[in-house]
């Protein structure tokens, strides 16, 4: 199938987004404030980004069946910007600063692929979201209720957000597999990675 040829070809970058130190000091309480403050802006600005990109990709799904699953994504992210902003404001941060260049670059990969076409832009999509639900998954059951971050933990790595991740791999499925599809998902897969080594610091 399409998806796991997807994930097969990106095994040791894989393994590198689920034992990131962002997820796993984030997932212990011991990753600096600072650090954490810097991830909730950026990824904040990545979020916004994310759902005007839904919306695009939503304009360009082949059928019904498509529509609704990307319609659930949507409505799952207004709570999730609601944390970020509840967290925010607990920490004093100003969500408005000018976001770094790799995340402007990231941010309107997402955009840019819609105009690719349905194919490319559902597995741009499929891998965002299979990179989050991994990373937070692989901390999920080591996380202690305490952790300052468990929330966000929680976010990403619920049976709700699991369910979403399968939905969005069958949809993949559907595509054949394609050089320009492996290419996506392996721009993604950097882009992640570049991204918490960015806000590790
Ligand atoms: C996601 C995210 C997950 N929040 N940030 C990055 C850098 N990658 C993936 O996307 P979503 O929309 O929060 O589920």
Known sequence: ETSSLLLAGQESAWKRILTHPFVTRTSAGTLPRARFDRWLTEDYFFVLAFRAFL?????????????EVLAGGLAALEPELALFEAEAAERGLDLAVEPSLLNLGYSSYLLAS???????????????EKAYYDAWASVRDTT???????????????????AY?????????????????????DRVVRFELAFWDLVQG
């Open 55 to 67: 919306r695009e990709l939503s304009t360009i799904a082949p059928d019904d069946a498509a529509r």
């Open 114 to 128: 819609v105009h690719a076409g349905w194919p490319v832009g559902i597995t741009v999509l499929y891998a965002v």
């Open 144 to 162: 202690g209720p305490d952790t300052p971050y468990a929330g966000f933990v929680a976010n990403w790595s619920s049976p709700e957000f699991a």
């Open 165 to 185: 991740v399968e939905q969005l791999a069958g949809l993949v499925d559907r595509e054949q597999p394609a050089a320009e599809l492996t290419l996506a998902f």
